[in-house]
């Protein structure tokens, strides 16, 4: 079976959103999709992320894949763990068998063996696809994730489907690095408008036109901005800011005390809190942002957040969702495991956000700026990165108190409200 016949048969049975890491066993069906004009393809920088951006869009009312080799069921264990299957997430994964029968290339052979286990332990149904069925195994996959709530899998061994470099096998050959990128990707915009203390100025490259900056700008504006700021305000008083420019728009927190804080300000039904994966909040928001483009989509992350899954910001740069919001409330620690140093006390994130393609990037201190940079956010198009520096030592606030499903299903239905 070719790409394009899978790309037909998934989207005959709805679904209309996917997410995921090449894997050159895929890579027709991964062709067929990039060149779906409506870009409903989303290359994402690791299988966990793919996990998260798919959550985000079943959240917002889509039917989600998640297309990965087997080697990413490693990296995204935890994801599908605390994330998908503790939330219930519905999501079809499209997983590659590599190291089937034992034959492959060295790095696939262990993943190979255990593939089928790992989706047992995980408590992941799963088929087999095979030539003759795949009809019926894509009608099967679908009546068990909306029954089961949760994601399941099928499993692709080499020969099912076509490939563009003849090979079923793959054997990590050029198929592998194919891949033409994104498409359907909107340009970035040159209009630059910046809010707080200090905004990074000047415009990032648009996509087609990768022309670098030049030399002398940056060493100006490395001068203006310093390399790190003073943080006056707690991160409660910096969330507490922020929530009074909100309306309706969902809201993504990242684990931790970021989202005890937050419920503590205000529980709204338009928030997500993420209770368990860490890392993934700018992922999942990022679903949402793209399932719902009409309305703004507003992530509360921390700075090991970001920096955890810090690929995600290269793809909102490269997609460029006009209605993401995304907010880093950096106290340069691990605040919610002991304080413990983070890297952003020397590295700048809003720095790498404006590098990565947010349209505009801004760095606070002060509680007035925090409301500033937010409502200038949601009144202008994005992709928008509001790094908000914070004192380190929490607020003594309690655990959430709903439910994973809880907080699932009031989230899902304030984001599909009219
Ligand atoms: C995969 C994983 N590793 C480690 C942890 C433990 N953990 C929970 S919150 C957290 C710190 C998050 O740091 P940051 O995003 O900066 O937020 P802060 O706690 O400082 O508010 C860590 C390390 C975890 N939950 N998951």
């Not at 700008?217 to 006056?232: F, W």
């Not at 995304?326 to 890297?343: I, R």
Request: with cysteine; charged share 20%; aromatic share 4%.
């Amino acid at each position: 079976m070719s790409g394009a016949e899978l790309a037909a048969l998934l989207e005959r049975r709805g679904f209309d959103f996917a997410a995921g890491v090449p894997c050159s066993l895929i890579e027709d069906l991964i062709a067929a999709l990039e060149r779906d004009p409506r870009g409903r393809y989303v290359a994402a920088p690791r299988e966990d992320a793919a996990v998260g951006l798919a959550g985000g869009a079943w959240l917002a009312g889509r039917r989600p894949a998640v297309l990965m080799q087997n080697s990413g069921l490693g990296t995204s264990l935890n994801a599908l763990a605390s994330f998908s299957l503790m939330y219930g997430l519905p999501a079809l994964l499209v997983v590659t068998w590599r190291g089937f029968q034992g034959k492959d290339a060295p790095e696939h052979i262990l993943t190979g063996q255990i593939t089928p286990s790992l989706l047992e332990l995980l408590g992941i149904p799963h088929r087999v696809l095979a030539r003759d069925s795949i009809a019926a195994d894509l009608d099967w996959a679908r009546r068990e994730m909306d029954t089961l709530m949760q994601p399941v899998a099928l499993v692709i061994p080499p020969g099912v489907l076509e490939t563009g470099h003849g090979s079923a096998a793959g054997g990590g050959g050029p198929g592998e690095t194919r891949g033409s990128g994104l498409r359907g990707i909107p340009g970035h915009r040159m209009l630059e408008r910046g809010v707080g203390s200090v905004v990074e100025p000047g415009p990032p490259p648009p996509a087609a036109d990768p022309t670098p900056r030049p030399a002398a700008a940056d060493e100006q504006h490395a001068r203006q901005t310093p390399q790190s700021l003073r943080p006056v305000i707690s991160r409660r008083e910096a969330i507490a800011e922020a929530v009074k420019q909100l309306g309706d728009e969902p809201l993504i927190h990242a684990n931790g005390y970021i989202c005890r804080e937050s419920f503590s300000v205000a529980d709204r039904p338009q928030n997500f809190y993420m209770i368990g994966s860490m890392g993934l909040a700018s992922a999942i928001g990022l679903g949402v942002a793209l399932a719902r483009p009409a309305r703004r989509a507003v992530v509360f992350d921390g700075d090991g957040n970001l920096l955890m899954n810090l690929g995600v910001v290269g793809t909102v740069g490269a997609l460029a969702p006009k209605n993401f919001v995304h907010l880093v409330f950096d106290n340069e620690v691990y605040g919610s495991t002991g304080n413990q140093a983070s890297p952003s006390r020397a590295v700048r994130l809003d720095r790498i956000a404006r590098a990565a393609g947010y349209r505009t990037a801004a760095a606070v201190t002060a509680p007035d700026e925090v409301g500033a940079a937010l409502r200038a956010a949601l009144a202008t198009d994005g992709p928008h990165f509001v790094l908000v520096k914070v004192t380190t030592g929490e607020a003594d606030v309690p655990r959430i108190p709903h439910t994973p499903h809880a907080i699932r299903d009031r989230f899902r239905a304030a984001v599909q409200a009219p």
